[in-house]
């Protein structure tokens, strides 16, 4: 793997990481949303809130794991040219 690759590989697992914290952002936002005046806000579906917390917690840990073994391979590359 060149360095252009490792490069390309980490970004696009932060990219991943990044969005798995919008999304994480965004459903808290929803759900701490305030009641209005009357008492009755806005309702909230809370499974697809939960639905949408686990996609995010599934996304992030795929980008952690693909800059674990960007990380992983080149190191063995470093040692192999060693």
């Known amino acids: 793997m060149t360095d252009k690759q490792s490069m390309s590989a980490l970004g696009s697992a932060l990219e991943i990481i990044q969005r798995a914290s919008?999304?994480?952002?965004?459903?808290?936002?929803?759900l701490a949303r305030p009641a209005n005046s009357s008492g009755k806000g806005d309702t909230?579906?809370?499974?697809?809130?939960?639905?949408?917390?686990l996609q995010a917690k599934?996304?992030?840990?795929?980008?952690?794991?693909?800059?674990?073994?960007?990380d992983e391979l080149?190191?063995?590359?470093l040692n192999v040219l060693a």
């Open 22 to 30: 919008a999304s994480v952002d965004r459903t808290a936002s929803r």
């Open 44 to 53: 909230v579906d809370l499974s697809a809130e939960l639905v949408a917390l």
């Open 58 to 70: 599934t996304a992030n840990e795929v980008g952690v794991k693909l800059a674990q073994s960007v």
């Open 74 to 77: 080149q190191k063995s590359t």
